[in-house]
């Protein structure tokens, strides 16, 4: 054996010894998402009108301070709470799924303060005849039935407050017990001193919570406040006034509650997907490519393999950014398998030609790589940009996809070149491989394509502006929350209601415009879209009137029109930026942009009849179908660099051929690995349109359009272009 085949074979078991170490156990080794083990996803924005320039600068860490204080009584693993912008605040709480309570921890600012109350009754009649003294609030307190004329002037603040705690009474109500510090304790009671036989109300964010009379002065820097409280609303009373009040009042721009019952389902669907996927495929390459195919398939099993183990060197080497397993990263890893076939493909059908001039093996399969080399280069690096696009632009679970995507590619690039050409080398030297034998469905294919131009052309337009019509007739409906705003409250019921029984109840819970979704795949579900929060008015509603059908939330989604209008133009630039990233790198690796602006206007093409397909389906368009777009972009022009690396290589040895001679020539030579690249990524896109549970359905069928009119516009659209380009050039 030479020395150079048995360095490379102890490379590859290095990386996969390597890789398992890295990776696995998955669990343990690479954290998940919080799509797939429930918790809560919260983007608060913070209002800065109320604060000076000061105030400003440290604002918001304060604020994170002070919410890590309260939210470690929520026992949430790993949490993050970090600032995003110069406003924002993102937090993700796994395996939180109480959301009321999370969300009032976080969202209520507990500010107290202390107003003493005007006894004067004269003054209250004003006030309550709407005349409100100037130097004075007019307030009622918690049951809204004892209006309450307040000095406007703070008493005393929270501020001092060393410790709250919840105690009970002798009729067992609860009442928070305070105890002030060394200078809360003088100031209170100095004003308790100064005011006795006066009322003092007790404010909680502007909130009368009671409103006492002061009998005797309070010395002992303890204090009560009683109220109308249950053991919860006084547990969260007191932790708040434990942690401080919040510097700044906050919003809820973006909230995206998975429940674990959802997260249970996600895995198994995703498991289940990946392994169907992988299994079809593999059963493909096999029975296809016969030995290569077994090649092939071991390549891609190095590659899975390889994935896991970048996942976990990427969490060991930058623990600060701890790399998830979320949803859309499965669908990732899953569409990377299909796509890893793509060189494979290439490789195998290259040898298969090297093959068909009579060469010996070895150098037929030596020619093969190295025909396919640059090809593969190229479609990987195409596919790269759209990804980086992805990361730079996305959020959350799309950045997981675009670097599980990078790191998939990475990974298909390494097995493609190096582990398959290895382990045929190493079967050609212990005699398995005396013979390349694959079965061959395209082969010697005389199609005249560039005749049918015209027609595509014609046909191509009709299609785009139906798929426009569409997008424009549908207005803000085509978007889904993610890009409009608005609530998804999504329930899982224990046996089928009738959409009919659904929106009568919503309608007389007072939500008439609520929209109410089913899927055909899983009956029980209902997906719930308003404009408002309406959790709690819809979870009342189904309560009062499901009471023998029990039901579970599975996730509550939330998008403030901030937000949405965010990444509403995040996904447009990381679309344009992608676009462009593939237009110059293509423009200068085939030195001629015309090549590149035809690739450009076929990914438009696509992007367009996808956009038009969904929306014709009822379907929505979100965050993860930009990220699907992004696909399409990708492993469109994967399909026309194969093609237009044919041509080039064409016409260096194309003597007197004409230009629609060399087209046909490289699209009929190419056709095979296009249809056959086009059939194993379809294999696993429709495993996961099918098993990928229905988070991802939406998705998935992005895909399958997306890359059934990429398919016909490689071939169809992109080279005929650079025809009728070259001909209106020459008239």
Not at 247 to 254: A, G, Q, R, S
Not at 286 to 294: C, P, S, T
């Amino acid at each position: 054996m030479k020395k150079s085949l048995r360095n490379r074979i102890l490379v590859i078991l290095g990386v996969i010894a390597a890789s398992i170490y890295l990776g696995f156990p998955i669990e343990k080794k690479i954290p998940l998402g919080l799509d797939l083990k429930g918790g809560m996803h919260l983007i608060m924005q913070v209002d800065f009108e109320e604060l000076d320039e000061n105030a400003r600068k440290d604002a918001v860490l304060r604020a994170i301070e002070i919410l890590r204080n309260r939210i470690d009584s929520l026992g949430a693993g790993e949490m993050v709470i970090q600032q995003q912008g110069e406003q924002e605040i993102l937090i993700q709480l796994p395996g939180v799924t109480d959301r009321d309570t999370a969300l009032r921890l976080i969202g209520d600012t507990a500010k107290m303060e202390f107003h003493l109350v005007s006894d004067n009754p004269t003054l209250m009649s004003r006030a309550i005849e709407g005349d409100v003294p100037s130097g004075y609030l007019l307030k009622y307190t918690k049951d809204e039935n004892d209006p309450v004329l307040l000095e406007a002037d703070v008493a005393m603040t929270g501020d001092s407050i060393a410790d709250a705690m919840v105690d009970f009474d002798q009729a067992r109500q609860p009442y928070i017990s305070m105890k002030f510090n060394a200078d809360g304790t003088k100031t209170f009671g100095k004003l308790t001193k100064d005011n006795v036989n006066r009322r003092l109300a007790i404010l909680l964010d502007g909130n009368v919570l009671s409103a006492p009379n002061i009998n005797e002065p309070i010395l002992g820097g303890n204090a009560q406040i009683t109220g109308r409280f249950t053991f919860e609303e006084a547990s969260l009373l007191a932790l708040s006034l434990r942690s401080g009040a919040l510097p700044v009042t906050m919003t809820l721009e973006e909230e995206r509650t998975i429940g674990p019952l959802l997260g249970k389902d996600s895995i198994n669907a995703g498991i289940t997907a990946t392994i169907t996927g992988g299994v079809l495929v593999l059963i493909f390459m096999l029975v296809y490519y016969l030995q290569a195919g077994m090649i092939s398939s071991i390549a891609l099993a190095n590659n899975l393999l390889m994935i896991f183990g970048l996942m976990g060197f990427m969490n060991v080497m930058l623990p600060a950014s701890q790399l998830t397993l979320t949803l859309p990263g499965i669908a990732g890893i899953i569409l990377t398998l299909g796509m890893a076939v793509d060189a494979n493909v290439l490789i195998n059908e290259r040898i298969r030609e090297e093959a068909k001039t009579g060469r010996p093996l070895q150098s037929a399969v030596n020619n093969g790589f190295s025909k396919a080399l640059k090809a593969i280069v190229d479609s990987n690096t195409t596919t790269l940009i759209a990804a980086f696009m992805l990361f730079q632009f996305g959020s959350g679970p799309i950045k997981g996809f675009a670097v599980t995507l990078s790191i998939g590619l990475i990974a298909s690039l390494f097995t493609a070149l190096y582990v398959t050409r290895t382990i045929f080398d190493l079967s050609i030297h212990l005699g398995l491989l005396k013979k390349i034998k694959m079965l061959s469905f395209f082969s010697d294919t005389k199609i005249d394509f560039v005749s049918k131009r015209k027609i595509c052309f014609v046909i191509s337009a009709i299609l785009v502006l139906l798929s426009v019509f569409s997008l424009v007739q549908k207005k803000e409906a085509a978007y889904g929350i993610d890009f409009v705003g608005g609530q998804i409250q999504e329930y899982r019921f224990e046996r089928r209601i009738p959409v009919d029984d659904l929106r009568d109840v919503l309608n007389a819970a007072n939500l008439p415009d609520a929209v109410i979704q089913q899927f055909d795949q899983y009956p029980e579900n209902v997906m719930i879209r308003t404009s408002e929060d309406t959790e709690k008015a819809v979870m009342e509603a189904f309560r009062s009137n499901f009471t023998d059908n029990s039901f579970e939330i599975l996730r509550i989604e939330k998008v403030g029109p901030v937000v949405g209008q965010a990444l509403r133009k995040a996904a447009v630039l990381a679309i344009i930026f992608a676009l462009g990233g593939i237009l110059i790198y293509v423009g200068f690796r085939f030195s001629h942009f015309d090549f590149a602006t035809a690739g450009i206007i076929a990914l438009l093409h696509d992007v367009f009849i996808t956009l038009g397909m969904l929306v014709m389906f009822h379907r929505q368009v979100d965050l993860l179908v930009v990220t699907a777009l992004l696909t399409i972009a990708g492993y469109s022009i994967n399909d026309t660099i194969i093609i237009y690396d044919r041509v080039r290589e064409n016409m260096a040895k194309s003597g007197r051929k004409s230009l629609p001679e060399i087209i046909n020539l490289s699209i009929n030579q190419t056709l095979g690995r296009t249809i056959l690249t086009t059939i194993t990524t379809l294999i696993v896109v429709c495993s996961l349109y099918f098993k990928g549970g229905e988070v991802l359905n939406t998705f998935a069928l992005t895909l399958l359009i997306g890359f059934i009119a990429g398919t016909y516009s490689t071939i169809f659209i992109a080279s005929p272009l650079v025809l009728a380009w070259e001909k209106k050039k020459k008239k």
